[in-house]
């Protein structure tokens, strides 16, 4: 039986991923984690074949779990599951080290696929990420001003693109009100721009947004 840890801090989420992989034919396993420190806490704990992790939680992210998990247990596949469309994460995760990405409105059937192959050993892409990174190898060192920033520059420059206030992205990651006016220097700074405006034609220009 294949032994999964899902991690979201929605429990309507992880109630509906539990139901889905245990209704499954040959069932799985499943225990669940609310928040990115409680991944950390359980897989010091019990052994997993894989993790479906969340890469939008409050406090510790999902990209900062991830790289913490391969860090420890780098031979621990962990499927990214996002809300956010493939061209914002996909490249960016799997660089990091994750085995595969799926989005939240995927099928059922699809969640099932994507955690038994992973648990194989195999990656699990779609189409659309397979040509994504075909593009990212042949663009080489010549990256995309998105692709300057760090994972929590990135969430935060994405935030800042979708609309939100410097203090309600604060509220959200659990950080400071002063310490996210330093995240949007930064990003300014490394993709050369002025202003949240330009961030968010960029964003839009560049299908990072909806």
């Known amino acids: 039986m294949i032994h999964v840890l899902i991690a979201d801090d929605h429990a309507i989420v992880r109630k509906g991923l539990i139901q889905i992989l245990q209704d499954a034919p040959d ?110 190898l042949e663009e080489g060192s010549d990256r995309s001003p998105h692709e300057r920033l760090s994972d929590r520059e990135f969430e935060v420059f994405l935030m800042l693109a979708q609309g939100n206030s410097v203090k309600e992205i604060a509220t959200k990651l659990f950080i400071s009100v002063k310490t996210v006016h330093t995240y949007r220097s930064r990003i300014l700074d490394k993709m050369q721009m002025k202003g949240t405006a330009e961030l968010i034609h960029y964003a839009v220009q560049n299908r990072l947004v909806e």
């Open 27 to 136: 069932g799985f396993e499943v225990d669940e984690a609310s928040s990115g420190q409680e991944v950390l806490e359980k897989i010091e704990d019990k052994q997993y074949d894989v993790i479906v992790l969340d890469i939008t939680m409050p406090g510790r992210s999902g990209l900062d779990v991830l790289a913490q998990v391969k860090l420890q247990y780098p031979e621990l596949p962990v499927l990214i599951l996002s809300m956010h469309p493939e061209d914002q994460y996909a490249v960016r995760v799997l660089k990091a080290g994750a085995s595969g990405y799926l989005i939240k409105d995927s099928a059922p059937s699809e969640l099932i696929q994507a955690v038994r192959k992973i648990a194989s050993g195999s990656k699990y892409i779609t189409s659309t990420v397979a040509e994504r990174l075909v593009v990212n």
